[in-house]
């Protein structure tokens, strides 16, 4: 070995003792300040400024944020936080650096609108992001979607919901059960009319056979809901003006009130017991909202069952 | 005319090549390109638009810092080693041929390092998108803009360059594209203004290059397409602007007492 090659051996093995020696230093001094609390600061708490001062390259600014929301959501929901306080400030910077950030406004409001520990608990918050998503994207579908799910699910508004998924069946490259989500929606928030109008449409505008049949199926479901409720409004409209519930469909129909005995789509009578108006073979519509038995409520139809996501489903 | 402006670009252009500074920084760019890479891996959904977000941005600023820092010594240098004498006065070369013989040839060495820098760039989209399709044009483009910053910012260094000490070339050259970030800002300011001002505040939102224009870094990450009229209309930009900032350096040349 020469003179040369030893002294550069020395240098090169002293160099690498010494960064070892930093580096056990380093874990030891971890151990005596103990695990220092996450801190809740957002420096530049304004979305504006932070664009300013990207100097134009603010889609690297915003990826960088959108790894700290990530980063930020993993270590509180890994802690079981209650409160995600950084979340949406967070989320709002991101999406003002890069408008066009689908995953930021996709997964933030998932992790908007979890119930804690699972996420920050404010569907509010997580609706309004969407908005901005939609605002900024509006041929994303994807976004009225998810839009859609928190009014469904978090914010229990099944109107809203069904508006959110109509607009998105709108847009070009929407997925057709976007148009059954929202006449499903509109359907189980009463609005039976809407419900009808947008599975007609359904019926008309798709060339897919289990849509069509499905289509088929709810109308004749939205059509006893109708026929019901209308029927049981002259029975009512009979006691009232006689004072005793009438005894069957002959007697509405010997004094006038109905012209025949009222049949639903599959041509079966409805039934009249107790002055209650009911349908026969109730399993025959799986969907239907009135004119169930007593002690069977919409709940427990197979069809309302599967109407009852509690996850929502990858698109 | 044409020989000796090639002879002078040439000559820059061998002169930068041998800095090691420009190895450092495309090196240090390179891996910044391969860390975009694992960058991806830590956040959620966004492999491919933190890759070119970095990437591109990469390129971006260091070539604007490798411009800067060269442009400013392109002249101050050849004063300072009074090689400038020898050049301007043994032989027949003029003054506004030398100023353009050193943009060009400067611009020459930034076009092969951005064409070094892209390599390393495609390779890692190729490797994250398993492929190029058509929709990686838009990069080509994006890239295109980038090359045409590194043309603005030469000559603007090559201008403080003629009147100032590198220093505060440097330091001018950094403001001026700060400002030019804001330049769609500065009209949208001049607008809300009235009288005098808005005059004025016009007058320098114009005066000042269009960098906000040129960058379209964002856009392509998310696989939006250029518009074909955006690059032409950049492109005479940039040859007019860079024309104009190009005659006031060899105006103030003209005029400087090199004796």
Redesign the interface.
């Known amino acids: 070995m020469t003179r040369d090659l030893r002294i550069q051996t020395s240098y090169a093995l002293l160099l690498a003792a010494l960064l070892a020696t930093s580096a056990m230093l380093v874990r030891q001094v971890d151990r005596v300040r103990g695990d220092e609390p996450l801190q809740e600061v957002l420096y530049i708490p304004s979305p504006t400024v932070v664009k ?1 001062m990207s ?6 600014l ?2 960088i944020y ?2 700290r929301v ?2 930020y959501f993993g270590s509180k929901h890994k802690a079981k936080a209650t409160q995600y306080l950084l979340l949406e400030p967070l989320l709002n910077v991101t999406t003002t650096l ?1 408008p ?2 689908l ?1 930021a406004y ?2 933030g409001s998932v992790f908007l609108s979890q119930k804690p520990p699972e996420g920050a608990g404010s569907p509010q918050a997580a609706a309004r992001l969407v908005e901005k998503g939609i605002q900024e994207n509006p041929q994303a579908w994807r976004l009225y979607y998810d839009l859609g799910y928190i009014y469904w699910l978090e914010l229990r508004d099944p109107a809203k919901a069904a508006d959110a998924f109509e607009r998105g069946s709108k847009i070009t490259g929407a997925q057709p059960w976007m148009k059954v989500m929202a006449a499903a929606l509109a359907a189980h928030a009463g609005e039976t009319e809407t419900a009808i109008y947008m599975w007609k449409n359904i019926l008309n505008s798709t060339e897919d056979a289990s849509l069509k049949a499905n289509a088929i199926n709810r109308l004749r479901c939205l059509r006893v809901d109708s026929d019901v409720k209308a029927l049981q409004d002259r029975v009512d409209q009979f006691t009232s003006q006689n004072g005793r519930l009438p005894s069957g469909w002959p007697e509405l129909i010997s004094t006038g009130w109905l012209r025949r005995v009222p049949a639903d789509p599959k041509n079966i009578p409805y039934q009249l017991i107790g002055g209650r108006v009911q349908v026969a073979q109730p399993d025959l519509f799986p969907f239907i909202t009135r004119g169930l038995p007593p002690g069977r409520d919409a709940g427990d139809m197979p069809g309302e069952k599967g109407f009852k996501v509690v996850k929502k489903p990858t698109p | 005319m044409i020989g000796r402006l090639t002879a002078i670009a040439y000559n820059t252009y061998r002169e930068a090549v041998r800095d090691r500074v420009l190895y450092n920084l495309i090196l240090f760019a390179t891996l910044i390109v391969a860390s975009s890479l694992l ?1 991806g891996q ?5 492999n491919r ?2 890759l ?3 990437g591109l ?1 990469a390129i ?2 260091f070539g604007i810092v490798i411009a800067i820092f060269i442009g400013i010594g392109l002249v101050s240098k050849e004063i300072e080693k009074r090689t400038l004498y020898t050049v301007l006065a043994a032989r027949p070369v003029r003054r506004w041929e030398f100023i353009t013989g050193k943009f060009l040839g400067l611009v020459m060495t930034l076009t092969v390092n951005a064409l070094l820098m892209s390599v390393g760039f495609f390779a890692a989209v190729m490797y994250v998108s398993h492929g190029l399709g058509r929709g990686d044009l838009s990069l080509v483009t994006a890239i295109y803009f980038i090359l045409l910053e590194y043309v603005l910012i030469t000559a603007l260094a090559l201008l403080f360059s003629t009147f100032s000490t590198p220093i505060f070339s440097s330091i001018f050259a950094f403001a001026i ?2 400002v030019g ?2 330049a769609e ?1 500065l009209r949208g300011f001049a607008q809300m203004a009235t009288g005098a001002t808005r005059w004025m505040m016009t007058g320098a939102a114009y005066l000042v290059p269009n ?2 224009a040129l ?1 379209v ?2 856009q392509v ?2 696989n ?1 397409a250029v518009e074909p009229k955006l690059i032409l209309l950049n492109t005479l930009y940039v040859m007019a602007y860079t024309a104009a900032v190009l005659t006031a350096s060899v105006w103030i040349f003209e005029r400087r007492n090199l004796k």
């Open positions: 300013r100097l134009g390259y603010s889609g690297l915003a990826d959108w790894t990530v980063q890069d066009k950030l995953p996709q997964f | 960058v830590i956040s959620l959904e966004i638009i933190v070119i977000n970095l941005t971006s600023l594209f700060a970030t804001f800002d960098f906000a960058n870094i964002s990450a998310h939006t």
